[in-house]
């Protein structure tokens, strides 16, 4: 694998899928892997010039990281790609003790011995928009600085209450965090001041994104910086977006490939953790469409009962499959039936969730041969996918109109999941139809 253009490590797993929607879609054979991948498995996908691991260090605390992240990084750096991201979610949701951005990028920085790291968050194609160093994130048509948006404001761990990313950063590390802002990306001597300011801030450099003439001016500089600085950067799949621009102006990747429609199958398993708004309208609206919903409880499946709460789910689950209808199993429907704060007296609960609703699903594929699913939640869809004994994932279908939630192929060993159609989608992502969206193998 020496043509690599870029490597990865995503934060969680519906953000991983996001970056490999974004470089498939753009003529940049990728693929994920669920963990480092021995000689064996990485000779299968030798012809793709993007490699990604898929992790969980959205959820995870700064020790965590420093257990993880470092071979991780270390495996990344050997793979000799141009650049080398650590992805993180385009709502930047993290706290000091829970995601702790700038602990990664500290570590990354240390592995790759770099002085300044970039770091692009903004990415119009989601309709995320950095301004001056303060996040934007459109919610149901209307854009709102982070802060006041009406979900991740109230996200369940890890609530965004500050819009300013140079502040929020400087909760979570002592590296000094500078900004490369509107302003000077437009200047005519733009690549003058950004050298500046990395040779001034031996730490974090954040890019402000706002359209597409900014994200293309990014994608000059951030190309540009990796020659002299070194391959580690940070941010959304924004940083994908910025280079595409980029690598299509050298002549380094060629025409977007045609993705067919896979079509429709008769039925779709769906696990779901997720508690926002979003996914809520999506599960009343796919039960108006052929789907079956199924209360799960949480606390039960974190509980000495687990057990016997797998075996309810996944009978009530087979047994809806059965009649011909698909099936939605999840364990809140909106904020108003959030049991987080039940579930976080219990350590290592989310984590127990998300592993639970796995077993679940493998079990229904299992019994009903299904070829497709859905995993909802991006910390729901980490702990769950490794259940399923899946290896790596390659793009099926990317969804333009939801960009971030791609149909995907699943690869392994495990002969029930090898082959197997899955979509991982984050909470806030998608538009209402999204389930029977996938159940029919439709982009829009």
């Known amino acids: 694998m020496g043509n690599l253009l870029i490597s990865y490590y995503g934060d969680d797993f519906t953000g991983s899928t996001d970056v ?39 959820s995870e605390t700064p020790e965590w990281m420093e257990e993880h992240l470092v071979p991780t990084f270390e495996w990344l750096k050997g793979r000799g790609a141009a650049i080398c991201h650590y992805k993180v979610c385009s709502t930047f949701d993290s706290s000091p003790r829970i995601g702790n951005i700038g602990k990664a990028i500290e570590i990354g920085r240390e592995v790759f011995a770099q002085s300044s790291v970039p770091v692009v968050v903004g990415a119009p194609q989601l309709k995320r928009y950095t301004a001056f160093g303060h996040l934007f994130a459109a919610y149901q048509g209307k854009v709102y600085r982070i802060d006041r948006h009406p979900v991740m404001s109230r996200h369940p761990v890890t609530p965004m209450d500050e819009a300013d990313l140079t502040l929020h950063l400087g ?18 001597d733009a690549n003058q001041q950004v050298d500046e300011r990395a040779g001034q801030t031996a730490g974090i450099m954040l ?17 540009r910086r990796a020659a002299k600085d070194g391959p580690f950067v940070a941010g959304s799949s924004g940083v994908e977006y910025a280079l595409l621009n980029a690598w299509r102006h050298e002549g380094l990747i060629g025409e977007r490939p045609v993705f067919a429609p896979p079509g429709k199958v008769e039925r779709l398993a769906v696990v779901s953790g997720s508690v926002s708004p979003t996914t809520e309208r999506q599960i009343r609206t796919a039960m108006t469409d052929g789907f079956d919903g199924i209360d799960v409880d949480p606390l039960a499946l974190i509980g000495e009962s687990a057990d016997r709460a797998i075996e309810d789910a996944v009978n009530a689950g087979i047994t809806s499959l059965q009649t011909g209808r698909s099936v939605i199993l999840h364990t809140a429907l909106g904020p108003s039936a959030d049991r987080g704060s039940a579930i ?8 127990r969730l998300g592993q639970g609703l796995g077993t679940i699903l493998r079990r229904i594929v299992e019994s009903e041969k299904l070829g497709r699913v859905v995993i909802a939640g991006g910390d ?8 399923l004994r899946v290896e790596a994932l390659t793009t099926l279908l990317p969804l333009p109109q939801t960009p971030g939630s791609p149909l995907c192929v699943a690869h392994g060993s495990y002969a029930p999941t090898n082959g197997l159609q899955i979509a991982l989608k984050g909470g806030q992502v998608g538009t209402d139809g999204y389930f029977s969206q996938i159940r029919d193998g439709r982009r829009a």
Not at 26 to 54: H, M, S, W, Y
Not at 171 to 188: E, G
Not at 214 to 219: H, S, V
């Open 207 to 223: 890019i402000d994104v706002d359209s597409a003439e900014t994200q293309a001016a990014t994608g000059t500089q951030l190309w």
């Open 171 to 188: 909760k979570q590390t002592s590296l000094p965090v500078s900004l490369v802002d509107l302003v000077t990306l437009a200047a005519p």
């Open 344 to 351: 976080d007296r219990f350590p290592g609960a989310r984590h």
């Open 380 to 387: 729901t869809s980490s702990h769950a996918l490794r259940e």
């Open 20 to 58: 490999m929607e974004a470089l498939a879609s753009n003529g940049v054979p990728t693929v994920l892997f669920l963990g480092i991948p021995d000689a064996a498995l990485l000779e299968r996908f030798k012809q793709c010039r993007a490699i990604g691991i898929a992790g969980t260090s959205r």
